[in-house]
């Protein structure tokens, strides 16, 4: 059996970094998007309704950050612990 | 220039360019027709999975679903965005260290199982053949309208061109083209946008018109709220489905997403683990440029629908109206004989589609033989034309609508190439080389992902004549699936070391086997079939895969419990799979 000390240590800070994120993910789309959409629609962003907003545009652009904050943290994880393929 | 002659123009044009990319990067070897070589850059990649994933569901059919539904449609933009941050976070990057062809080949191994390898294939399969039939219909509805011809006719055309470029090029020629396919979408799709935003509310960006104010003064949304209730619809930003089965759908859809074999197999594609997490954002920025533009173009197109043809003599319609009416996709049945269209909630039809006797009406139009008298919506219009017909709706100049056609096109085929691929491996390489005829040569393997090709489109050609609903809706019921069957057993093959066979295999049968039957039971009547009232826990079939996504993960952890624990190899390979460096190539084996 290989000694795993490092790579446990490494997967915990994955696993904390994937729990971070997939909290917005989750309050982004489930929450703000149908959860409390009738409760956020009260709330006006120009012409849209707010909930509304979340559901149909706000939600997706979040995505698409969370991705790329994840690529970063990663690459910066991997560097950490000596993981950074060449 | 007359539409027709300039559809041929620039659907010829950009024709030309898929066949000659196909040829140019014809497929040598099992590697490159299965992975290109795995050596493409992270950029191309995320670029041909934005056009491999954006389906005729994504470009013809969801701005059309999201336009009849309102805030119900969300659950598509929710659901097939934000899968893919479970896709990049919880999957790519470990399915591309561990470094095979294939969804099965990851099941197979992970699980040191070939029962638990032909249960994968099975549902690789299952999944996509129901997502091909989707994009067979939406190649048929685009050539149908833009060459004249019957629907069945437009998916005949529609197979061949498919056929000769995934079977010539494997995954080396359908990646190059799918970049290709990706530019000329996303071109088809955002012009019309821009165009029609910039006439409705005075500004360009489509995602910011959508709030903006219309000429009156008061912001579009609110006008369509009004137009929408006037008509008695419910209000376009209100919605009408049951909280828990918005909250179903979109869970389905978003492990589907994640677990669609297709899309998996794009990030073995890349040189690197980092690689692959980061072609999987730029894969979501491009997807999310059609993603947020859709709901705009729903807002603008039932707007000018409505606009345009309530209360209007028929014969005071524009000429699009009769264009549509030839594919039997838009039909007008005057119930009350007051020779004016009425727009109302309900099907003005009895039935799926209009039936035409034939004859001609006073003002020209085609005379309906099932008029569904319960209502009084005398249009029948297929949600699948409004982003089609949106460009002559809003009276755009012929290039557009040409352009949408080729966008169309483009959707449909790229989606399609990767799933006819997906099948063709599952049944050369899974099947074939890995339990059947291991001493295959490289060559005969070849030939038989070629044939298998062959046999699928067929087989996807017979589904997409005979539909059994929507493409969007057919579409949805593919992910449902996936997400009952391979999301849990891809999850805890990374995330859950001691996960064993037994727990795997039992996990994805019962998960797939439930969400099976609940379908034919809910969608094809079988079992006793049942309606609305029946459904369980106020789910529809739609949102239905992520019951048997529960289903899967309770029963592979329950069997697990009293089965033989993981062998101390395939502990390693997990902690392995789990850290990045010395990905190494996606090797043959």
């Known amino acids: 059996m290989k000694d795993h000390t490092k790579a446990h240590k490494y997967w915990r800070a994955n696993l904390k970094l994937l729990a971070i994120l997939l909290s917005i993910w989750f309050l982004v789309s489930y929450g703000a998007g149908i959860i409390f959409v009738d409760f956020l629609n009260q709330f006006k962003l120009g012409g849209f309704p707010l909930g509304f907003w979340f559901a149909q545009q706000g939600s997706i652009v979040t995505f698409v950050i969370i991705i790329f904050v994840y690529v970063r943290k990663m690459n910066q994880l991997d560097a950490k612990f000596g993981y950074t393929e060449k | 220039m007359d539409i027709q002659v300039m559809t041929y123009i620039i659907v010829g044009i950009t024709f030309a360019i898929y066949i000659g990319i196909a040829i140019w990067s014809r497929a040598g070897s099992t590697k490159e027709f299965y992975v290109a070589g795995g050596g493409v850059s992270p950029l191309a990649n995320g670029l041909a999975t934005a056009a491999d994933w954006m389906s005729a569901a994504s470009f013809i059919s969801m ?70 039939a989707g994009q067979m219909r939406g190649v048929g509805v685009v050539f149908s309208r833009f060459l004249e011809v019957d629907v069945n006719t437009g998916v005949i055309i529609g197979m061949i061109i498919v056929l000769i470029y995934a079977v010539l090029g494997g995954m080396k020629g359908i990646t190059y083209t799918q970049v290709a396919q990706y530019v000329v979408l996303i071109f088809a799709f955002m012009v019309p946008a821009f165009f029609i935003s910039m006439m409705l509310t005075g500004n360009i960006i489509p995602q910011i018109g959508m709030g903006g104010k219309v000429a009156d003064g008061t912001f579009l949304l609110d006008k369509l709220n009004q137009l929408n209730t006037e008509l008695g619809f419910a209000a376009y930003t209100d919605g009408s489905k049951d909280k828990i089965d918005v909250f179903f759908i979109t869970a389905a859809l978003m492990l589907g997403t994640a677990g669609l074999p297709h899309v998996i197999v794009r990030f ?37 629908l409505i606009q345009t043809v309530e209360g209007k003599a028929y014969s005071d319609l524009p000429s699009w109206v009769g264009n549509w009416e030839k594919t039997h996709l838009l039909a007008w049945t005057d119930k009350n004989n007051d020779g004016l269209v009425q727009y109302r909630p309900g099907s003005a039809v009895d039935g799926k589609a209009p039936l035409f006797a034939g004859t001609v009406g006073a003002q020209g139009n085609q005379i309906v033989t099932n ?3 319960t209502n009084e919506n005398e249009l029948f219009v297929d949600r699948d034309i409004i982003v089609l017909a ?89 992910f449902g699936l996936a997400a009952a069957s391979f999301f849990p057993a891809i999850i805890l093959g990374i995330f859950y070391k001691k996960m064993n066979k037994e727990g795997a295999v039992a996990g994805m049968v019962s998960g797939l086997l439930i969400t099976i039957f609940y379908i034919l039971k809910f969608k094809f009547d079988l079992f006793g079939g049942g309606g609305k009232e029946d459904w369980w826990f106020g789910i529809s079939p739609e949102g239905f895969g992520t019951v048997g996504m529960l289903v899967n993960f309770f029963v592979s952890i329950v069997v697990m419990k009293f089965t033989p624990e993981t062998p101390e190899e395939v502990q390693e390979l997990v902690e392995e799979i789990r850290i990045p460096s010395g990905a190494g190539d996606a090797v043959a084996h």
């Open chain 2, 371 to 373: 008029p569904d008298m």
């Open chain 2, 63 to 132: 701005a059309g679903l999201i336009s009849t539904q309102g805030y119900d449609g969300s659950v598509y933009l929710m659901g097939w965005t934000g899968g893919y941050v479970l896709l990049a976070l919880l999957l790519a990057p470990y399915l591309r260290k561990f470094g095979k062809f294939t969804v099965p080949d990851f099941i197979g191994d992970r699980y040191y199982s070939n029962v638990a390898r032909t249960v994968a294939i099975i549902c690789a399969l299952f999944v996509s053949f129901t997502y091909v």
């Open chain 2, 390 to 478: 949106n460009p002559e709706i809003a009276n755009l100049p012929v290039w557009v609508i040409a352009l949408v056609a080729a966008g169309g096109l483009a959707a449909a085929l790229s989606t399609a190439a990767g799933l006819l691929l997906v099948i063709s491996t599952s049944i050369s390489h899974d099947l074939l080389k890995k339990q059947l005829r291991p001493n295959i040569s490289d060559r005969g393997e070849l030939l038989a992902a070629r044939l298998s090709a062959f046999v699928a489109v067929t087989v996807a050609g017979y589904f997409g004549i005979h539909p059994p609903d929507y493409v969007a809706a057919v579409v949805a019921l593919a």
């Open chain 2, 268 to 304: 073995f594609t890349v040189p690197k683990v980092r690689d692959a997490r980061k072609s999987a954002g730029y894969a979501l920025a491009f997807i999310a440029i059609l993603y947020t533009t859709a709901p705009a173009i729903s807002v603008f197109a039932r707007t000018n």
